[in-house]
């Protein structure tokens, strides 16, 4: 009886675990270029002939999954991690890869940030460990040469948050856009971190007329995707800004717009999601808006 028991219990830990364990989903772009999916944002793995240049980390406890995942592509080490912005989701690994010998880089909002408390959601966030801050910053831009590879990142001002950036494969055509683009999904627009509906179209737009028919495009969250996408994506961003701001112009208040689901009814089939819906979508056009 004793050992029955024993082994019952072994078995529902074992699935317990099989449950709780973060599953990592490995999306090929190309013999080089890898993307991470899974709980927390997309990461994007670039792979040289001496290092890895990763693009954000998911939350901590997902590192030994990604570094699982990792070594399954290639046995070279994570030399570069480049955080698209400063969210959780994005960069609750870094003090885990810092101590893997990863050389943080990030736009120098997402060290302000990170270095700072900040209030997301509703919910006061502290500042990070020392560990996990990014050691190089940029301002605009900046661009590494790794292994016949020339990448571009940079800033897109006040879409996502305050300190968004891209990262351009420009040999491959490949760009990670982070968090300014969630693939076939209301998008989360963060105001508190100096977010603005305006600044994310703008983000959209940029990359729209950077990419051609075959460019890869990468978003925070969900699939990988393209220029038609994206495009899409746009618009519907472009038409509920615009019926929000008309909805102001003619005097309705937050109350009205949250109230108002006709001005998000063509969009919330396809969407709507747990984290962002129509109803959220509303609100937060109208209060970006209201105080641009």
Not at 64 to 85: D, E, F, G, M, R
């Amino acid at each position: 009886m004793k050992v029955l028991n024993v082994l019952l219990m072994l078995f529902f830990v074992n699935v317990l675990a099989q449950k709780t364990t973060p599953e990592i989903e490995t999306v090929k772009i190309n013999d080089k270029i890898y993307v991470l999916k899974g709980i927390g944002g997309n990461v994007g793995i670039f792979v040289g002939s001496e290092e890895v240049f990763m693009i954000d980390d998911k939350f901590a406890n997902v590192t030994p999954q990604i570094l699982a995942a990792v070594k399954k592509i290639t046995t070279k080490p994570v030399s570069y991690l480049i955080n698209t912005h400063w969210h959780g989701d994005h960069t609750g690994g870094n003090e885990n890869m810092h101590k893997q010998g990863a050389v943080i880089i990030s736009h120098e909002n997402v060290r302000l940030r990170m270095n700072s408390e900040n209030t997301v959601r509703g919910k006061v966030k502290p500042p990070a460990p020392k560990g996990a801050l990014p050691v190089i910053t940029f301002e605009k831009d900046m661009m590494f040469h790794l292994d016949g590879e020339d990448i571009l990142a940079y800033h897109v001002h006040n879409a996502h948050t305050d300190g968004d950036a891209h990262i351009f494969f420009t040999n491959s055509n490949v760009i990670h856009m982070g968090d300014t683009y969630f693939q076939g999904k209301f998008p989360y627009i963060d105001l508190d971190s100096g977010g603005s509906i305006d600044g994310y179209i703008e983000s959209a737009n940029k990359v729209i007329r950077l990419a051609d028919d075959d460019t890869v495009i990468i978003p925070g969250h969900m699939n990988v995707s393209n220029k038609k996408e994206l495009i899409e994506f746009r618009d519907i961003l472009v038409d509920l800004r615009d019926k929000i701001s008309h909805e102001i112009e003619v005097g309705k208040g937050l109350e009205d717009v949250k109230n108002d689901t006709s001005l998000t009814k063509d969009y919330e089939k396809q969407y709507n999601w747990n984290f962002i819906n129509a109803e959220k979508i509303r609100i937060t056009i109208y209060n970006s808006l209201l105080n641009n």
